[in-house]
């Protein structure tokens, strides 16, 4: 079996869960938690992102920061999926992208820095696009899953040990970097130039980033702890799920009345097979993303998991074909983050 096929084992997910809930966490530390050796757990980091299965990175949050975004579902005419996941997947400013089941309709996130190139995307480039027949776009309003593990695997951490391996907050300052307290947080140069880095390797060492920002090691320390407490730096796990023993990927719509909204999307978050569920705008309000290890479990999922909210009136559930980009990567482990 080639390791881009197999399913990682007990030890190989557990490194994976560990990262997920702190991506700069030091190897020694994971080691002490899982109960293994530094050695054991450096080997098994290296061997597998030297293969491609993993990747660690550092991007930024898109509200924290200013950035404009959008979830779309784009549908178009048979037999152009692929060439326009391809085309959204080499823009900079997507962090994903997948082809549903069926193959006419891609969905992707967008993440623009001004309101100007956002509004450009989706008035003028998309729309003059002939293979394009329509275009839907929705803003995320809230994350029940952010930060969260439990969707993992019954075979994962222990709460104890989560609770271990978590950083703790680090809080922003009342006068930020000298001023009044914003609810945006600005970037700079130098900023740009550590998030570039951390973009292609969120595991990048202080020296690294000190170079590439032209400032200290210390400054860079303190500005990467101040991001991360601040809400605008998070830390990914770039892995494939069927590597965890996920066979099926989905997205789900699902229109809630507004008034269970916030119940179901924190029902939704505390699922093991949902990583990720937000409300978002548009007459279907609740987005989510669904890991399941086969189509049984897919099916148990929506008749057992989902089928006990009975404040979803409507459930669409939409199988992921390909997945051409995640989290800001390529499939081929490009990464397109854009600094200037």
């Known amino acids: 079996m080639n390791d881009e096929d197999r399913v990682f084992d007990l030890l190989d997910r557990r490194i994976v869960q560990a990262l997920m809930v702190d991506g700069r966490a030091a190897f020694s ?20 992102r ?3 299965l993993l990747r660690v990175l550092g991007l930024p949050e898109g509200e924290r920061v200013g950035l404009y ?8 005419v048979p037999g152009a999926a692929v060439a326009i996941a391809e085309a959204l997947a080499r823009r900079p400013d997507t962090g994903w992208v997948k082809i549903f089941s069926g193959g006419t309709e891609v969905g992707c996130l967008v993440s623009s820095r001004t309101r100007e190139d956002h509004e450009a995307l989706l008035l003028r480039k998309l729309p003059r696009t002939q293979q394009v027949t329509g275009v839907t776009a929705q803003t995320m309003l809230h994350d029940y899953t952010a930060g969260g593990t439990r969707w993992f695997a019954r075979d994962g951490l222990t709460p104890e040990q989560i609770a271990e391996l978590t950083p703790a907050s680090v809080p922003a300052p009342v006068d930020g970097e000298g001023g009044e307290a914003e609810d945006i947080v600005r970037l700079d140069d130098a900023d740009h130039a550590m998030l570039a880095v951390l973009a292609r390797d969120g595991r990048a ?5 000190a170079a590439a920002a ?20 998070s830390f990914d796990v770039e892995v494939h799920s069927v590597h965890l023993g996920f066979g099926i990927e989905a997205g789900i719509s699902a229109t809630v009345a507004p008034s269970e909204l916030a119940a179901v999307g924190r029902a939704l978050a505390g699922h093991p097979q949902v990583p990720f569920a937000a409300a978002v705008t548009g007459s279907a309000n609740l987005a989510a993303t669904v890991l399941c290890r086969d189509q049984r479990d897919l099916y148990r999922y929506m008749t057992e998991g989902i089928g006990a909210l009975t404040a979803v009136h409507r459930l669409e559930v939409l199988p992921v ?3 051409v980009k995640r989290a800001g990567l390529l499939s081929d482990g490009s990464r397109l983050y854009d600094a200037s």
């Open 29 to 48: 530390r994971i080691a002490a938690v899982l109960g293994t050796t530094d050695q054991t757990v450096i080997r098994r980091y290296r061997r597998l």
């Open 50 to 52: 030297g293969a491609g």
């Open 69 to 76: 975004e959008s979830r779309l579902r784009i549908q178009c």
């Open 205 to 209: 060492g202080y020296p690294e980033l």
């Open 214 to 233: 032209s400032r200290s090691e210390s400054t860079v320390r303190r500005r990467i702890e101040y991001l991360r407490g601040s809400g605008a730096l």
């Open 321 to 323: 074909l390909r997945q």
